[in-house]
């Protein structure tokens, strides 16, 4: 079975420093990856995806995240924090044919100014 | 389009109540998906439907609950007799796809049951 794990419930960062959320997948075969942000009382939004072409893959609002097979990892990067990136993150792994979804439990992202 | 679109947003229902939520995915897409989530965890996989054949259902979906989704188009997702740990936020989610291809999925914004 194909799982995540999503290392720390809560980040807290300063604005303007780095964002580093960290995801490590369990997968019998070659995984497709995800990255999901959720604004309170709101649904899920795609940041970007994996699916076995570039190992660096780049999202929206200036997200990336790495697949490091020899580490099991897709940790989701920023540069810089902005205080309009507080929310929570969910790292996610495609679990069947039907590309039905397993998330982890999400990191929580807050920015202090 | 205006994406996946669920009502209502907020739904505070007595226990051994029966309660319907609706799910109108984007136009084009074939599959569709219900996620339930309780606070503090990750969206958990409910049931799954590839126009209207519900093909995919979780160890989760008890007796209770029934989803449909009639000439593929919308869908509803009905609980009976509610306990409180149904509450939870019911997420839709819908993509284009056939076979392993698949498109993302795109999610509604949910909606949050209150079983008092």
């Known amino acids: 079975a194909q799982s995540v794990t999503q290392l720390g419930s809560h980040v807290s960062v300063s604005e303007g420093a780095l964002v580093l959320l960290r995801c490590n997948y369990s997968?019998?075969?070659?995984?497709?990856l995800f990255w999901y942000v959720q604004y309170p009382n709101q649904g899920l939004q795609l940041l970007l995806k994996y699916t076995s072409a570039a190992t660096l893959v780049k999202g929206i609002n200036g997200f990336e995240a790495e697949f490091k097979k020899s580490e099991t990892s897709f940790h989701l990067t920023k540069p810089s924090a902005h205080m309009s990136d507080a929310a929570e993150y969910f790292c996610a792994v495609i679990t069947s044919g039907y590309s039905t979804l397993t998330f982890g439990k999400g990191t929580m992202l807050l920015v202090s100014p | 389009d205006t994406g996946v679109s669920q009502d209502p947003r907020h739904k505070i229902t007595k226990r051994g109540q029966n309660v319907t939520f609706r799910c109108d995915p984007i136009?084009?897409?074939?599959?569709l998906y219900w996620y339930r989530q309780t606070l503090g965890q990750g969206p958990e996989f409910l049931t799954y439907f590839q126009n209207e054949a519900q093909l995919e259902k979780s160890r989760l979906l008890s007796d209770r609950f029934s989803a449909e989704r009639p000439k593929g188009s919308f869908s509803t997702l009905e609980i009976q007799r509610t306990e409180q740990g149904d509450s939870a936020m019911y997420l839709c989610a819908s993509s284009l796809g056939t076979g392993r291809h698949n498109t993302e999925a795109f999610f509604g914004q949910g909606t949050r049951l209150t079983v008092v």
């Open positions: 997968s019998s075969v070659p995984p497709y």
């Open positions: 136009s084009e897409h074939n599959r």
